[in-house]
């Protein structure tokens, strides 16, 4: 990488070649997928199946980005025939939360998170700080997030420590603004459970896309902490995920996508959409013994708990 770049430019390039090798893996998985699915024509889109007595929440996606540049309102009203009567989608920078604040103000059904990333974590001024306080008053913007560790992506020890300042930032910004944060952790279990545990014990909120074990869930669960649950829920190598989503209390968990990113079966590889969170949601019904109304209804109840959601 180039060495005159100033550090918001080194950022945004840093930023540009993730998106670049996460696409990449995107695009050798959906090949993948492409193989094994190829001749099935057999697989009903969510929007096409009866939505009677289904009400979910999608409660983490990413839907300002270009991904949805070319069809954002056609994905919103797939949703919502699939039974997806809310999308909570975050920011996970400056900018892409401004957008955020914007499709939440211009959609009843679109609720916001506005953050900062931990792969995109940077020296946050004090006049970028007092954005989100404006931000978080206008309509619809019901959480601090995404924010958290991510240690999968980032190996640099300095800029880990700069990760945790970050999300420590964060969690006191949202204490203030007495929001529910919406975390992410990846590999970096360890530091975020004695974060939680100490700066962030006042917090609220959801450890979203859960990937810790029975015990990490055991003790985020005792901490008052929801958990959410993504399309790997549906993958065979979904590990211990099942056996979490069947024990943990069910008025503790959530239904979500993450998209674009992380589509479940049978779309794995491919672009996610928020409708796409009702196979992950039956997925885990099918789990816990419930039926997709039961886990629905529940799992919405819990969105509107967490984050103070009312339609
Ligand atoms: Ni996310």
Not at 64 to 88: P, S
Request: with cysteine.
């Amino acid at each position: 990488m180039a060495e005159n770049l100033d550090p918001g430019a080194r950022a945004a390039a840093e930023q540009k070649a993730r998106k670049a090798a996460r696409d990449a893996a995107r695009q050798d998985e959906s090949s993948e997928i492409n193989k094994i699915t190829a001749g099935k024509s057999d697989i009903i889109p969510p929007w096409e199946m009866d939505a009677t007595g289904i009400a979910l929440v999608d409660t983490h996606a990413h839907i300002d980005g270009e991904d949805f540049d070319g069809d954002r309102e056609e994905m919103l009203a797939r949703a919502k025939q699939a039974g997806v009567v809310a999308v909570i989608t975050f920011g996970d920078t400056m900018e892409s939360s401004a957008r955020v604040v914007k499709l939440a103000a211009s959609h009843e059904n679109v609720f916001g998170g506005v953050g900062v990333h931990p792969e995109n974590a940077f020296p946050l001024t004090q006049a970028e700080e007092d954005n989100f306080s404006v931000w978080a008053k206008e309509k619809n913007i019901v959480a601090i997030g995404e924010i958290g560790l991510d240690y999968y992506w980032e190996k640099d020890e300095d800029k880990r420590k700069l990760q945790r300042k970050m999300f420590v930032r964060q969690l006191a910004l949202a204490r203030g603004l007495d929001l529910p944060v919406c975390i992410h952790d990846r590999e970096a279990h360890g530091d975020l459970m004695s974060i939680l545990k100490t700066e962030g014990r006042k917090n609220r909120g959801v450890i979203h896309c859960f990937s810790g074990s029975w015990e990490m869930a055991k003790e985020l669960l005792k901490l008052g902490w929801y958990l959410g649950v993504d399309g790997p829920l549906t993958y065979k190598n979904a590990a211990k995920l099942p056996e979490i989503v069947q024990k943990m209390p069910a008025d503790r968990l959530l239904v979500e996508t993450d998209c674009p990113y992380l589509s479940p079966l049978p779309y794995r590889g491919k672009r996610n959409e928020p409708a796409y969170v009702r196979i992950t949601a039956e997925c885990a019904a099918k789990i816990r013994g419930e039926s997709l109304a039961e886990l629905s209804e529940q799992t919405t109840e819990n969105a509107c708990a967490v984050y103070g959601l009312n339609f």
